[in-house]
């Protein structure tokens, strides 16, 4: 195996959780976040001979991954499905592990139903980028990333409640 094709691995390797939650992000079936999920893999493998370094590797995944989603979803012209089959109150008997499991898969439904920026603040968001740093992957000021972060999170709560669930 090239030298190349190895750090690619590695950095792959590195990274799947990133690829990981994007796909769960943009798609909510589990299906369709793998089908995204090997798609974005591919946009990767594809143009990681055009990365110039002249970012953090990591950032040029993100990058990809993002628009990867976005293309994916124009392409496809997936909607989200309604979630009105989706328990309203998780029963007390689970234990903490089944309980976060629900809750993430709730909170990644609700994300669902954001627009496509929305959906990259809150990633950015949950991979603990500053206001500054989603700002310049967006191509926004960084006043106005704070400003549709915080949009988006009042957005998110308001679903969220509107779903049966408490916060």
Known sequence: MKAKEQEFLI???QHKGMLHKVSKIYMDDKDDQQDLFQEIIYQL???????????????????????????????????????????ENIPEEENDSDEKESQLAHFYKAIQKLNKIEKAIIFYQLEGFSHKEIGNHLGISEGNARVKLNRAKDKLKTIIKSQGYEL
Not at 48 to 62: A, I, P, R
């Open 45 to 87: 493998w594809k143009s990681h001979n055009e990365f110039k370094g002249n970012s953090q590797l990591s950032t040029w995944m993100y990058r990809v991954a993002i628009n990867t989603s976005i293309v994916y979803l124009k392409k496809e012209k997936r909607k989200p499905e309604k979630f009105d089959s989706f328990p």
């Open 11 to 13: 950095h792959l390797e």
